[in-house]
């Protein structure tokens, strides 16, 4: 079933639609993939911490503060998230010498094993949550996604 076109813009005070709020769809949007993300990953990782492990993984070992910094987490979320991680003997993070208060993480190899595998589940949940689109509007929505972050 198609959508009704807007018939004004979503920031017209005088017409307030809550199933045209940007807000409202993107959070609709979310939840859709959040329940896709939650079904198929692997090792029930969160998407927070397979964020963290995709991104490790990308950039290699890093202070828990920098890898927060670049998955846009606060300091004291991505504590957390590398102290469950670190359980889990998907990540070690170790004390710097020079400074007790940073922590430097790294994939340990059960933690890189596990974000290979879950990295093609997660190609795999991205083209699910993508699917009623066509190729050029998902091109489309991640290019103005970009553009919105």
Do not use: W
Request: proline share 3%.
């Amino acid at each position: 079933m198609k959508k009704p076109r807007l018939k004004a813009l979503p920031t017209d005070p005088e017409r307030y639609v809550l199933d045209e709020q940007v807000g409202f769809l993107m959070r609709v949007a979310m939840q859709r993939h959040t329940s896709i993300f939650m079904s198929r990953m692997i090792e029930q990782l969160t998407q927070t911490q397979f964020a963290a492990l995709s991104k490790l993984y990308e950039v290699g070992a890093c202070s828990q503060n920098h890898l927060g910094r670049l998955i846009y987490l606060d300091a004291a979320t991505i504590k957390g998230v590398v102290d469950r991680l670190s359980l889990r003997e998907f990540v070690t993070a170790v004390s710097d010498p020079n400074d007790r208060r940073r922590r430097a993480v790294t994939l340990t190899e059960r933690g890189r094993a596990v974000t290979e595998q879950a990295m093609k589940v997660a190609a795999e949940i991205t083209a699910e949550t993508l699917k009623p689109l066509s190729a050029e509007d998902q091109r489309d929505v991640v290019r103005l996604l970009n553009q919105l972050g």
